[in-house]
């Protein structure tokens, strides 16, 4: 073998990690998740999460918690607008803690739902569903802030 193949073999090689990397990433993220919001929820810095409606009215809307409070509601200068009246004018709020994030419920009509139990106000997890109206939201951490091996 030349140098140049043995060159070749080493990058085929990394190409093999790469993509053994990208694989586990996808596995871990949900197959469910296009490339684009993958590469968003990869490109979270540590204290920041997204939110990523998976169903319900906007499908596909992404809306990043980096703030403190993070209010959500029907009315237009919540943080998080949400257009539809199963949604309360003020409903909900997410409230950072470091790296760590809850949801409370503002006492709206229709409650919040954390992994389809009502909750008034609850620690978020990676990967739960948060429902607000007709709203299901699924949260991401950043990845940085995962324990190790999660």
Do not use: W
Not at 77 to 91: C, G, M
Not at 106 to 117: K, P
Not at 122 to 128: E, H, K, N, R
Request: net charge negative; hydrophobic share 40%; charged share 25%.
């Amino acid at each position: 073998m030349n140098s140049a193949e043995s060159n070749l073999g080493g990058h085929q090689d990394e190409v093999q990690s790469t993509l053994r990397f990208s694989e586990d990433l996808l596995a871990e993220l949900g197959s469910d998740l296009s490339r684009e919001e993958q590469l968003a929820i990869e490109a979270l810095p540590s204290g920041n999460a997204l939110l990523i409606v998976k169903r319900g009215p906007n499908a596909g809307a992404r809306f990043l918690l980096d703030q403190d409070l993070t209010t959500v509601g029907r009315h237009p200068n919540a943080d998080i607008f949400l257009d539809d009246v199963t949604v309360s004018r003020r409903h909900a709020e997410f409230l950072r803690d470091g790296v760590n994030f809850k949801v409370r419920d503002l006492a709206s009509l229709n409650g919040t739902y954390f992994d389809g139990v009502r909750i008034d106000e609850v620690q978020v997890t990676d990967g739960a569903e948060v429902q607000i109206g007709k709203f299901r939201l699924t949260f991401f951490a950043s990845r940085l802030d995962l324990p190790q091996g999660a």
